[in-house]
C-alpha cells in the first residue's frame, strides 16, 4: 500500500475508538427493540405466577371422579381469569373456571368443557356430568413451570426481539437495562446542494446523503436527525454544529473533506479532527475526531463513498457501540460473474453487485465511480476485491457482502 494511504482496517479501529463506552440505561421495553441487554434480565415473578387453568372448563378433585364411567357433581363456585380471592374446592363439587383463572386450592385436575354436558357461557349450571375420566393434574399450568423469580431468562448480552421484551414485561419489567440507541446528526455540506421539492438552478443538485445516512442508521437502531444542510462556508457550518452537537453521541457529516478548494469541513476542523486517505475505493478521503467535545465523523461527499463509508466504517462502529455481537455484514464468497475489470493496486475496491444467492454469482450494477446512486439502489450486494488484488475476472472468488436489499 502507498505509504500515504491509512490501511481501511487501521482506520475502522481509528473509528471503533472514537466512541467511548456506552453507558447502558433504562430504557422502556416499547422502545428495546432490537437492544442488546446489558445486564442478565431476571424474572421478577415465577412463570406462571400461579397455577392455572390451561382450559374453559371445571376444576376437580381427581378422587371425586370415577373411574370407569360418568361423574356427575354439584358446581360450587364459578372462577372467572383476574379472580384474586381463592377459596378452596368444596370436596365433592365442582367449580367453572376459565383459562388463565387461579386454580382454587384443592383442586388438582381441570377438565375440559368439552367432556361435560354443560355449556361454558351463561348462567352457572347446578351441577356438571363429566364423560369420562381424565388422567390426574390435566390441563393446569403450575406456577414456576417455565421460571421461578429470581431466575435468569435471558443472559446479558442478548439481542431483544419481539418476543424477548414479551418475556420481560411477563415477568414484571417495565424496562429493560440495556446499552441505549445513539443519537446521531447528520450534516451534509455543498454551496451546490438544493434540497429535494425546491428548484434547481443550473449547476446545483439536489442533497441526496442525508437521507441516505439518518435511513442507514435508523436501520441500525439509532436516533438520526439530519440538519439543515450548509453552504461551503466556515461560520454557518460551525454554527450549525455548535447548537446542536452537545444532544448527540456522534456527529456525521459528509462532503467538504477532500483536495480541492472550498473544502469546508477540512477547513472548520483541522485541529479537531484528523484528516487522512484511507486505501479504499470509493470513500478515500476519510475524518474523524471531536467538534467541541463530541465525536464527530467526516464523511467524503459522493452518494457512493458515502454509503460504503458507512457500511465499512460507521455500522460496525456503532453496532459495537451498543452491544452488539455481529457488527459484520454477513459475507461469504462469491463468484464474479462479470467482466474482467482491473482494481487500482493498494486500495480495497468496494464493487455494487446483484448476487444470486443460491449460486454466489455476483453480477456488477454500474461502474466503479462514486458518483452513481441509480447502481447502488439497485445493489443488492458489495464485492470487496483486496488491496493486493489487480485485476479480478470472470470466475474469480470474490469477498461478498449482503447488503439490507438483499435480506
Ligand atoms: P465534495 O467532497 O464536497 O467535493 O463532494 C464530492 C461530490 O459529491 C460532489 O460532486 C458533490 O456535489 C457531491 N455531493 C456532496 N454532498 C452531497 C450530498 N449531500 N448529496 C448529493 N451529492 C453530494
Ligand atoms: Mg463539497
Redesign the pocket.
Same mark, same amino acid.
Request: glycine share 16%.
Given at each position: 500500500m502507498p505509504a500515504e494511504l491509512t490501511s481501511v482496517d487501521a482506520y475502522a479501529a481509528t473509528v471503533r475508538a472514537l466512541l467511548p463506552p456506552a453507558a447502558p440505561a433504562d430504557v422502556p421495553l416499547a422502545d428495546a427493540d432490537g437492544l442488546t441487554l446489558a445486564e442478565d434480565l431476571l424474572a421478577r415473578v415465577a412463570l406462571p405466577t400461579f397455577d392455572n387453568s390451561a382450559m374453559d372448563g371445571y376444576a376437580v378433585r381427581h378422587a371425586d371422579l370415577n373411574a370407569n364411567g360418568p361423574t356427575t357433581l354439584p358446581v360450587s363456585a364459578d372462577i372467572p381469569a383476574g379472580r384474586t380471592e381463592n377459596e378452596p374446592l368444596r370436596p365433592g363439587t365442582a367449580a367453572r373456571i376459565m383459562t388463565g383463572a387461579p386454580v382454587p386450592d384443592g383442586a388438582d385436575t381441570i377438565v375440559q368443557v368439552e367432556l361435560t354436558d354443560a355449556a361454558q357461557t351463561g348462567a352457572l349450571p347446578d351441577q356438571v356430568t363429566i364423560s369420562e375420566p381424565v388422567a390426574a393434574g390435566r390441563h393446569i399450568r403450575p406456577k414456576g413451570e417455565e421460571a421461578d423469580a429470581g431466575d435468569v431468562l435471558l443472559p446479558a448480552g442478548t439481542v431483544l426481539t419481539p418476543a424477548a421484551l414479551g418475556l420481560a414485561a411477563a415477568s414484571g419489567h417495565p424496562t429493560v437495562r440495556a446499552y441505549r440507541r445513539p443519537a446521531v446528526l447528520v450534516l &451534509?455540506?455543498?454551496s451546490?446542494?438544493v434540497s429535494p421539492g425546491e428548484q434547481l438552478r443550473p449547476g446545483q443538485?439536489?442533497? +441526496?446523503? +442525508?437521507v441516505t445516512l439518518v435511513s442507514a442508521l435508523r436501520r441500525i437502531g439509532a436516533n438520526a436527525r439530519a440538519l439543515n444542510?450548509v453552504a461551503?462556508d466556515v461560520p454557518t457550518f460551525n454554527e450549525r454544529l455548535r447548537d446542536a452537537a452537545s444532544e448527540a453521541d456522534l456527529i456525521i457529516t +459528509?462532503?467538504? =473533506?477532500?483536495a480541492?478548494a472550498?473544502? $469546508? =469541513?477540512k477547513e472548520a476542523l483541522t485541529g479537531s479532527v484528523e484528516f487522512t486517505k484511507v486505501g479504499m475505493q470509493p470513500g478515500m478521503?476519510q475524518g474523524s475526531g471531536h467538534f467541541e467535545g463530541t465525536p464527530i465523523i467526516t464523511l467524503?461527499?459522493?452518494?457512493v463513498? $458515502?454509503f460504503v463509508s458507512f457500511e465499512v466504517f460507521v455500522r460496525p462502529a456503532l453496532l459495537a457501540w451498543m452491544g452488539l455481537p455481529d457488527t459484520e455484514r454477513p459475507g461469504f464468497v462469491g463468484t464474479w460473474a462479470g467482466a474482467a475489470q482491473s482494481s487500482p493496486a493498494g486500495k480495497r475496491q468496494f464493487l455494487r453487485g446483484v448476487c444470486d444467492i443460491p449460486t454466489g454469482q455476483v453480477e456488477p450494477v454500474g461502474t466503479p465511480p &462514486?458518483?452513481m446512486?441509480a447502481s447502488l439502489a439497485r445493489a443488492n450486494c458489495l464485492a470487496v476485491v483486496g488491496e493486493d488484488v489487480e485485476a479480478i475476472g470472470p470466475g474469480d472468488e470474490v469477498e461478498i457482502w449482503l447488503l439490507d436489499s438483499a435480506l
Open positions: &451534509s455540506t455543498g451546490e446542494l443538485i439536489y442533497e +441526496s446523503n +442525508s444542510l461551503d +459528509s462532503g467538504g =473533506v477532500s480541492g472550498y473544502e $469546508v =469541513v478521503p467524503p461527499g459522493n452518494p463513498s $458515502v &462514486s458518483h446512486l
